[in-house]
């Protein structure tokens, strides 16, 4: 189960012949709301809904990821595996915020999704376990994303003319981007894959709508000399006072590294709802955490990437003979290897795929010797 947030693949009756994916799995979690909804009112429970409403910086989160992947000699063929691992930690988000919520109200207030859980698993007979006149919460979430397109065919072009009039630091430049790679003096950002890491993005259901900014730069007889994110942190802000004033939220929150958020989480008292900000650009490095985010306290949230994730994405892409696994999606023979390996770094028992060319495989678990 991903998070807490509904199995994409729940065992039931009318969903066999038809594989359930982020495309029409809200088409097969609605009997299952519903079903939820009458077991409660039947016994005089109460239903809250509680709208979680995540905005999130995204080129922190793609650039992150990309540096991590890289630095361990992962083959980023395009944005898939970028994008998986990106929704799993907005998944983990969404869960952690549900969890802080409910650690706050009384032992009275439950989770809606344990009744959801609960007729997921059940056979004909069978009992729900149902707490009479509790509060059974339903969580709501959602994700925003805000960000620039990154430039790249404008720079190439601008480059190209320097290159005409002789500068050598636009031709260095002009060889790195045609692979996708912006390279200053101070730093290098590889945005090759980062069209479609969004659109991979997208695809998800709690994807709702996205903002998009624009880079601010400049190329002169020294090459690329100015690059900045233009108006993406100030569409954040302006979409979350949005958000406070007509009541789009309970909880609302900000992924990105930047501190300049404060005063969005200031504000948010006012309206009664629960700000946090999430910094999952820095998961693996906690050192760069800025001062403000960390006198959040419970209210910040720090990324992570879970040791079972490479495995996620490995059985979504693989069919299963014998079982009625299809794959989602297709990755490379590469990356799957290379998931692999990531999990063997990360899990103590490991893990290899055994292929056949019908894109059937089977995956061995094995705990290596010592």
């Known amino acids: 189960m991903i998070g807490d947030f509904g199995d994409r693949n729940p065992n039931l009756s009318h969903a066999k012949k038809q594989e359930i994916n982020s495309e029409n799995w ?18 005089g429970a109460k239903i809250e809904t509680h709208k979680i409403l995540v905005l999130v910086d995204l080129q922190g989160m793609y650039l992150g ?20 691992i990106a929704f799993f930690q907005l998944l983990d988000t969404f869960d952690r915020i549900k969890k802080h919520t409910l650690s706050i109200r009384d032992d009275k207030v439950l989770d809606f999704e344990n009744i959801i859980e609960q007729i997921e698993k ?26 620039a ?32 790679i912006l390279k200053r003096p101070y730093f290098e950002r590889n945005y090759a894959a980062y069209s479609d890491f969004v659109q991979k993005l997208k695809a998800n259901p709690e994807y709702s709508r996205s903002e998009e900014g624009f880079f601010n730069f400049f190329v002169g007889p020294k090459g690329l000399q100015v690059f900045d994110e233009k ?6 802000v302006i979409r979350a006072m949005e958000a406070f004033y007509e009541y789009e939220a309970d909880s609302l929150c900000i992924v990105s590294s930047d501190q300049d958020f404060t005063p969005v989480h200031k504000k948010s008292h006012k309206f009664g709802v629960n700000a946090y900000q999430a910094d999952l650009a820095k998961f693996h490095d906690s050192s760069g955490i800025g001062r403000k985010l960390k006198e959040l306290g419970k209210n910040f949230i720090h990324g992570r990437v879970d ?12 069919s299963v003979p014998g079982i009625d696994h299809q794959a989602h999606y297709t990755l490379s023979k590469n990356e799957l290897d290379a998931l692999c390996e990531l999990h063997n770094q990360m899990n103590d028992y490991h893990i290899s795929i055994e292929a056949d060319e019908s894109g059937s495989a089977k995956i061995n678990i094995f705990k290596p010797p010592i």
């Open 65 to 84: 990821l990309h540096s991590w992947l890289s630095d361990k000699k992962f083959p980023i063929d395009g944005g898939l595996v970028l994008s998986r």
């Open 307 to 318: 040791p079972i994730w490479p495995l996620t994405i490995i059985t979504e892409a693989i």
């Open 231 to 236: 108006e993406v942190d100030t569409r954040i």
């Open 149 to 180: 397109p990154a430039p790249l065919p404008d720079i190439e072009w601008q480059l190209m003319k320097q290159v005409k009039l002789g500068s050598i630091d636009a031709k260095n430049q002009l060889k790195k981007i045609q692979s996708g």
């Open 26 to 43: 809200m088409i097969f979690r609605a009997p299952l709301e519903s079903a939820a909804q009458q077991v409660l009112e039947r016994v």
């Open 122 to 147: 059940s056979k004909p007979g069978d009992s729900i376990n149902v707490k009479v006149h509790a509060t059974y919460i339903r969580y709501v979430p959602q994700f925003e994303l805000f960000f």
